[in-house]
């Protein structure tokens, strides 16, 4: 099993629908993540293809300049998701009730998810779902720093160092047989911790996990 039952555990263990009911028009990483992030998808996305921003918000971070066949949304509150201007289309879903996408076989190009992969209670669950949606040769990415709602992440999740996090995600990826061995990108912070969390100059720690469902498209 990939996670013990007890390191799926979140400290508020009320429903999620409850805790994003009501919107949040923030961002929550520094304008330096944000700008690595747009770097990376520009750098990784191709034109008229078709992306998955799974657990998004009213921001993509997508390159504005790219040209997307489709972008389909996915999140928690519709009042966040129907503000993105960079979504064709959206659906509300709970991933730890129901990780099972309503989406066709490998119908995208491209799955992201930034800075939410920590709430993930089964994601070996809703990795195998990426690789199912995924074309073959497609690619996911996710990205996060070392924000969250820390009531709402899952405890292997509180319990790990930020490269024990990382190596997290690979092992997300490692449990769904199909996906290439990810690429790292980890850029750490520069300012000392006590100053990470109030933005101080040195930046959010970026990282990100990059693989692509293996085979040819």
Known sequence: MLLKPDQRLKLDDTDDNLFYAYPRFVTHVDEGFIQQLTDLYR??????????????????????????????????????????????????????????????????????????????????????????????????????????????????????????????VKRYFASVPGFSTPEIIARKSTAPNFLQWLGAPGGDPFYAAIAHREGFA
């Open 43 to 168: 750098e990784r996305l191709q034109p008229n293809t078709r992306i998955l921003d799974m657990m998004s918000s009213w921001v993509s971070h997508l390159p504005e300049e790219i040209k997307f066949a489709h972008v389909e949304g996915h999140g928690l509150n519709a009042e966040e998701l129907g503000r993105n201007p960079q979504l064709n289309h959206y659906f509300v879903q709970n991933l730890n009730e129901n990780p099972g996408l309503p989406l066709p076989d490998q119908e995208f190009d491209a799955v992201l998810n930034c800075v939410s992969v920590q709430y993930l209670q089964y994601p070996e669950a809703v990795f195998s779902e990426i690789h199912r949606i995924l074309k073959p040769g497609g690619v996911a990415i996710i990205s996060f720093s070392n924000r969250m709602f820390y009531q709402k992440a899952i405890q292997a999740w509180r319990d790990a160092s930020e490269p024990g996090r990382l190596e997290l």
